[in-house]
């Protein structure tokens, strides 16, 4: 069963629901693509954390926040069955 890019969405963010706050964190899906031979949803998502970095270069002192990138993968249940880290860096 190929589920909906809105189911896609709410099974990503329930994964992340215990770990950021979804409601400020300015959560956003970014990129999705089923892989129907695997029967996976590669998905590609964003949110916003306080900058850690901070100090450690000039040009980021002034910025409050950081968007992070994960990548997951999420099952035909609905279930996330990899989170790794995004880098579009090849």
């Known amino acids: 069963m190929e589920l909906t890019l809105k189911e896609v969405f ?3 963010k329930k994964q992340f629901a215990e770990l950021i706050n979804i409601e400020e964190s300015d959560f956003r899906l970014e990129q999705v693509e089923f892989k129907k031979d695997e029967g996976i ?6 949110y916003l954390l306080d900058n850690k970095n ?4 000039p ?3 002034f910025l409050p926040f ?3 990138f994960k990548r997951l993968k999420i099952n035909d249940q609905k279930e996330v069955v990899g989170i790794y880290i995004f ?3 090849r």
Do not use: C, P, Q
């Open 59 to 61: 040009v980021l002192n």
């Open 87 to 89: 880098s579009d860096a």
């Open 54 to 57: 901070k100090g450690i270069s």
């Open 41 to 46: 949803w590669d998905v590609v998502v964003s």
């Open 10 to 12: 709410e099974a990503a």
């Open 66 to 68: 950081e968007r992070v």
